[in-house]
């Protein structure tokens, strides 16, 4: 082997030596992280925050924490007081406290031993042990014991998962499952409250109904004598025309023959070709009767 080939080869290693130890010198951090060191076992209190950090002791050695909010959810059997067991579907939304990271890695582990030492079974035990003032199974499903329920594991969860380094956001009822024959019971009394409200609807529908209709019926009557006063006074008006005028003929004899006049006075004024015979000899000439065609015919 020549010299420049071994120069080439101890360039080649130096430039692989830079590059190896060269990135122990700095650490990158991603969004929504935090990372602890620890240096031959020894945690580091302070953690580094999301971003580069340059230098770093090449010989730290780091752990990742998501300290992004997260969600876990747990199924629980839930005895209440009448010795039933409910499962309920809870879930728990959480986030990591990246100050508290170093504390963490030191007493607990990485972040899923975190989840899986302090937070599943404390949520699972915290459930089953605010389901037992429950009075009665089916209970669970009044939206006032399940906002009770939901606030008493809260504070709970809140008051051991804190000095634990976690920070409980919120505690969500996902599903409720009651034992079967309860849940049979529940579904048969849902229906007969439906039926009943379904009769209890019909009822009110005939009623209205029937309210419509003496209301059409009075209205009908109202109008029929209504119609009936108007012909009742329009005939007493009549016949008082009627009464008056016979009281005038009898005071009046000469109203008859002026009524005469005024017939006579029509038919001059008529053009068709009509010869009308007259009692001449009558103080009131009226018209006799129509004779037909002329004689002139």
Do not use: W
């Not at 007493?107 to 031993?113: A, K, N, V």
């Not at 004598?225 to 005071?251: F, G, M, S, T, V």
């Amino acid at each position: 082997m020549n010299k420049q080939s071994i120069s080439l080869s101890i360039l080649i290693g130096i430039i692989a030596f830079l590059l190896i130890s060269g990135s122990r010198f700095f650490v990158s951090v991603p969004a929504g992280h935090v990372a602890v060191a620890t240096l031959f076992g020894e945690v580091i209190d302070k953690p580094y925050e999301e971003g580069l950090h340059i230098p770093v002791n090449p010989l730290y050695n780091f752990t990742l924490y998501d300290i992004r909010e997260k969600e876990l959810k747990e199924s629980a059997g839930v005895p209440s007081q009448d010795q039933l067991t409910t499962t309920i579907d809870v879930s728990i939304k959480f986030r990591i406290n990246g100050k508290d990271a170093p504390r963490m890695l030191q007493e607990t582990g990485t972040f899923e031993d975190a989840v899986r030492v302090q937070i599943q079974p404390k949520l699972r035990s915290v459930v089953r042990e605010q389901g037992k003032s429950v009075v009665r199974a089916e209970d669970f499903f009044l939206q006032e014991t399940q906002e009770n329920l939901q606030t008493a594991i809260f504070d709970s969860m809140s008051a051991y998962l804190s000095p634990r380094g976690i920070t409980c956001l919120d505690i969500l009822i996902r599903d409720i499952n009651l034992p079967s024959f309860i849940t049979r019971a529940i579904e048969s009394k849902k229906e007969r409250e439906q039926e009943v409200e379904k009769q209890k609807a019909e009822l009110e529908r005939f009623r209205t109904e029937q309210q419509q209709k003496i209301a059409a019926a009075q209205a009908e009557r109202e109008a029929a004598e209504l119609q009936a006063e108007q012909r009742k006074i329009l005939a007493d008006a009549q016949a008082y025309e009627i009464n008056k005028l016979n009281d005038a003929i009898a005071k009046n004899p000469a109203y008859v023959q002026i009524q005469a006049l005024e017939a006579l006075k029509s038919i001059s004024k008529d053009p068709s070709s009509k010869l009308y015979f007259l009692n001449g000899e009558s103080p009131t000439p009226l018209p006799l009767m129509n004779m037909g065609e002329p004689l002139t015919k």
